[in-house]
């Protein structure tokens, strides 16, 4: 069965610092994995996806993942903390094969505050 | 494209009554989904339709929740006899099957239940 493990409900860093949120996943076949943001009182918004092209991920605002088979993680990473950031963000996997509904496991997401 | 759009925004009930919410997707996807998030918590998978067919029911789906998705097109899901445990933010997601966006899932804004 598929599970994501989300370590740190809460981060806390200052504007301009290095952000960093653990993912790590669990799948019995080779997975997709993605990262959502999420503002309050607002559906999801995609940052990024890995579908096996490429470990290294790039997506919106900044952000990039590496995917790590043998440490079966998916971090998601920002150089350069803004203000404008600070949200909830949630790792997801799925399974992608014939006959698969791509439903999407979250993990419990991670709350990230950032101090001026 | 207009994105998924979903209706109503917020819900405030009474235990025993019944509500149903309406997601409209992205106007191309043939693939809907429905998501459960309560407070804290990743969103969880409830129900999954390719076209009109519902291909797939959580365990979290009760007798009480029943989903269509009539012609392929927009999607309800119905609660009956609402109980306390509803309250939840209930979120449609859609994806296409095909293309550059394949797998990727493209959230509404979510429907916010309150069971008084």
């Known amino acids: 069965a598929q599970s994501v493990t989300q370590l740190g409900s809460h981060v806390s860093v200052s504007e301009g610092a290095l952000v960093l949120l653990r993912c790590n996943y669990s799948?019995?076949?080779?997975?997709?994995l993605f990262w959502y943001v999420q503002y309050p009182n607002q559906g999801l918004q995609l940052l990024l996806k890995?579908?096996?092209?490429?470990?290294l991920v790039k997506g919106i605002n900044g952000f990039e993942a590496e995917f790590k088979k043998s440490e079966t993680s998916f971090h998601l990473t920002k150089p350069s903390a803004h203000m404008s950031d600070a949200a909830e963000y949630f790792c997801?996997?799925?399974?992608?094969?014939?006959?698969?509904?791509?439903?999407?496991?979250f993990g419990t997401g991670t709350l990230l505050a950032v101090q001026p | 494209d207009t994105g998924v759009s979903q209706n109503p925004r917020h819900k405030i009930t009474k235990r025993g009554q019944n509500v149903t919410f309406r997601c409209d997707p992205i106007s191309e996807h043939n693939r809907l989904y429905w998501y459960r998030q309560t407070l804290g918590q990743g969103p969880e998978f409830l129900t999954y339709?390719?076209?009109?067919?519902?291909?797939?029911k959580s365990r979290l789906l009760s007798d009480r929740f029943s989903a269509e998705r009539p012609k392929g097109s927009f999607s309800t899901l119905e609660i009956q006899r609402t109980e306390q445990g509803d309250s939840a933010m209930y979120l449609c997601?859609?994806?296409?099957?095909?293309?550059?966006?394949?797998?990727?899932?493209?959230f509404g804004p979510g429907t916010r239940l309150t069971v008084l």
């Open positions: 890995y579908t096996s092209a490429a470990t």
């Open positions: 799948s019995s076949v080779p997975p997709y």
């Open positions: 997601a859609s994806s296409a099957s095909f293309g550059s966006s394949y797998n990727e899932q493209f």
């Open positions: 997801a996997v799925s399974e992608d094969y014939g006959g698969a509904t791509n439903k999407l496991i």
């Open positions: 339709f390719q076209n009109e067919a519902q291909l797939e």
